[in-house]
């Protein structure tokens, strides 16, 4: 099943949080792991649909609001970000890849959040995926009790 949020801010900007579902055959390609077939992935994308401006710091405590209550009232789900480079992003650190900077800005956004509501039972496990000299990366949001299954998924992915 699909489901998608949308978050508006007082600037005019709409961001689309779309978690979609991973059928687990899928995942069938990758492990036989019988802890990790248990789990249930959804690929988040955030998608703009309205407004230019850079995204601040209450847009993206919206974001993590609703990601970690479905996470919250979901006990078997593990979040997937991945991030890609099909469009650029701005970015002050132009050094950086469009991928690079999603997936730091991701993990800061992460971090403040679990620091800043006491979380200490979901955490991120990122991966850097080579790919001809354009890293990609993906980051797993996990309860911790189940963060070695995803582990062994992250470094399947990592290998292929």
């Known amino acids: 099943m699909d489901i998608s949020f949308d978050i508006y801010n007082d600037k005019g900007d709409q961001v689309r949080v779309a978690l979609s579902y991973y059928d687990t055959e899928i995942l069938q390609a990758f492990t036989n792991d019988s ?23 209450q847009t993206l405590q919206a974001i993590s609001d609703v990601l970690f209550r479905f996470m919250s009232e ?4 593990v979040l997937c970000f991945y991030c890609d480079d099909l469009t650029d992003v701005v970015r002050h650190h132009k050094e950086l890849t469009p991928q690079e900077y999603r997936s730091r800005l991701f993990s800061r956004m ?6 800043a509501n006491d ?8 991966i850097r ?11 797993f949001i996990t309860p911790v009790k189940y963060l070695s299954a995803v582990k062994i998924l992250g470094e399947i992915i990592m290998e292929k």
């Open 35 to 57: 802890l990790t077939l248990t789990l249930v992935f959804y690929d988040v994308t955030l998608v703009r649909i309205s407004g230019n401006q850079t995204l601040g710091i």
């Open 74 to 77: 979901n006990d078997n789900v």
């Open 110 to 115: 992460f971090d403040k959040y679990v620091q």
């Open 119 to 126: 979380i200490t039972d979901i955490v991120n496990y990122g």
């Open 129 to 139: 995926i080579e790919d001809n000299n354009s890293p990609r990366f993906a980051h």
